[in-house]
């Protein structure tokens, strides 16, 4: 079946300009999450969605990030007033139920900002 | 403080190489352990291990689980230039108070000269 798509693929931006990334997760999977990977840098948690609820937004590294998920599917994540810093693959992975099952992650989405 | 690390940050060999992949760990209601491998944007899943001593193969990879000594290892065999990324260690354990955790650690880079 399809696994996780991300969009776009590619995102070129000017500092201080607002983006947003979508996620459709797999089919029938409740969990999602989102993360942020900087050039050489490990994967950095950003937030865990359990159906349409957010638990854990313990990784949105300011009050400019959010984000949001609908009927339980896809997810939206929103960077307001985008910065230089916030240049990085954002993947998103979904997974059957909980935290504790395997992730299966997007393509990502690589946001350059100029 | 880091509760998930692997060693070594980067590795450089040559095809026909075996080499190893560290992961150790310190958290408490340990659940799972993941290995991912990240070429270019997207982690695809390697092995989940859940019990000591019990060796997962695919193919030339390797993984086993020491859940006294708290740490994993990665082993790949006869290295060809097709197994360059990045390879990611994640643990999945319970946290009072906020569930299901999932923790990735920083990657090994990998690369394989011809």
């Known amino acids: 079946g399809a696994g996780v798509s991300q969009s776009p693929s590619n995102k070129v931006t000017e500092k201080g300009k607002d983006v947003e990334l979508r996620c459709d997760p797999i089919s029938g999977h409740t969990a999602l999450y989102w993360y942020r990977q900087s050039l050489g840098q490990g994967l950095e948690f950003l937030i865990y969605f359990q159906g349409n609820s957010a638990p854990d937004k313990s990784g949105l590294p300011s009050d400019r990030f959010s984000a949001e998920r609908t009927g339980g599917s896809v997810s939206t994540l929103t960077i307001q007033r985008t910065q230089q810093e916030d240049s990085a693959v954002y993947l998103c992975?979904?997974?059957?139920?909980?935290?504790?099952?395997?992730?299966?992650f997007g393509p990502g989405t690589r946001l350059t900002v100029l | 403080e880091d509760k998930v690390v692997q060693s070594p940050l980067s590795l450089v060999v040559h095809e026909g190489d075996t080499v190893t992949l560290n992961c150790s760990y310190e958290?408490?209601?340990?659940?799972?352990l993941l290995w991912y491998k990240q070429e270019k944007k997207a982690p695809t899943f390697l092995f989940m291990l859940?019990?000591?001593?019990i060796e997962k193969k695919s193919g030339r990879l390797s993984s086993i689980l020491d859940k006294k000594e708290l740490f994993s290892i990665l082993n790949i065999t006869a290295t060809q230039t097709g197994d360059s990324a990045i390879y990611l260690c994640?643990?999945?354990?319970?946290?009072?108070?906020?569930?299901?955790?999932?923790?990735f650690g920083g990657g090994t880079r990998l690369m394989v000269k011809p």
């Open positions: 994640a643990v999945t354990y319970w946290l009072n108070n906020a569930g299901n955790m999932l923790t």
């Open positions: 992975a979904s997974s059957p139920r909980t935290r504790t099952d395997t992730q299966y």
């Open positions: 958290v408490t209601n340990f659940r799972s």
């Open positions: 859940t019990s000591s001593g």
